[in-house]
DNA sequence: CACCAGGCAAGTA
DNA sequence: TACTTGCATGGT
């Protein structure tokens, strides 16, 4: 039985290994990070593929520019995303998400991102229809800055592996990671794109010992 | 047919 | 503060 590696050490691990297994992701959850933004609160609580189907329907109208989509009536926005579920819940949230970026950034993303990472952080969870995922997914793959994502994914491989409970809180596991790890926007948008990836292909079934799954020699 | 998917906010006690 | 419920489509 070898010795449990010290936490920073773990995630190190963990990281080399699914580098290894799967190699870089170079992932990118959309075309521009207006577009990342609208998937991040499109994806709440719903499958990725459904996701893309809603995005493909603004694109065809060409509302995925802020100024676009802030322009176009809600329930219009409700029947294009209407793939992703929950399509009148977030449509009203994709416009409370850009008037936020009009009034206070007068539409501008640049502007928006030079904020200092705590305000931004602070005041996109402000904006009703944010939390802490999606705030998050926005900081780390829209704005480029150093944000963990910790997403059902991550919380259930990790507590599958004995790693975290399966009831540790979203800031609790996030800090697990930052502060074990360089504050590296390109290591965190790797690591959990091989979360994802580990998550889609290897542990769907809630079997934590699969034989493939690259996480097993940590158990 | 049941169950789940890259959450979040509002309601209840 | 701590729990529960509503939101909704599409794939397996």
């Known amino acids: 039985m070898k010795k449990r590696p010290s936490a920073p050490a773990l995630l190190k691990e963990y990281y080399r290994s699914l580098l290894t297994s799967f190699g870089p992701q170079g ?24 996701v893309e189907k809603a995005i493909r329907n603004l694109r065809k109208d060409r509302l995925l520019t802020p100024g676009r989509l802030h322009a176009a009536e809600v329930s219009r926005l409700a029947s294009l995303i209407r793939p ?3 399509f009148n819940i977030k ?7 850009t008037s ?29 229809g944010v939390g802490p995922e999606t705030a998050d997914s926005i900081m780390l793959y829209a704005a480029g800055k150093p944000e963990f994502v910790i997403d059902a994914y ?14 540790t809180g979203y800031d609790e596991i996030k800090t697990l990671f ?3 790890l360089p504050r590296d926007a390109a290591l965190f948008n790797e690591y959990h794109a091989l979360i994802v990836k580990t998550a889609k292909d290897y542990c769907k079934t809630k079997n934590p010992l699969c034989d493939e799954c690259p996480l097993k020699g940590y158990l």
């Open 100 to 128: 936020f970026l009009f009034k206070d950034c007068g539409g501008s993303l640049d502007q928006l991102f030079r904020k200092d990472p705590a305000t931004l952080r602070r005041e996109l969870l402000a904006v009703n």
């Open 27 to 50: 992932w990118w959850p959309g075309r521009t990070r207006f577009e990342v933004i609208v998937g991040a609160i499109l994806t709440q609580n719903t499958s990725w593929t459904n």
């Open 154 to 167: 991550t919380k259930r491989i990790f507590s599958r592996h004995g790693f975290t409970s399966p009831d």
């Open 178 to 180: 930052m502060d074990n």
């Open 84 to 86: 992703a579920g929950y």
């Open 91 to 97: 449509a009203g949230r994709l416009r409370n998400f």
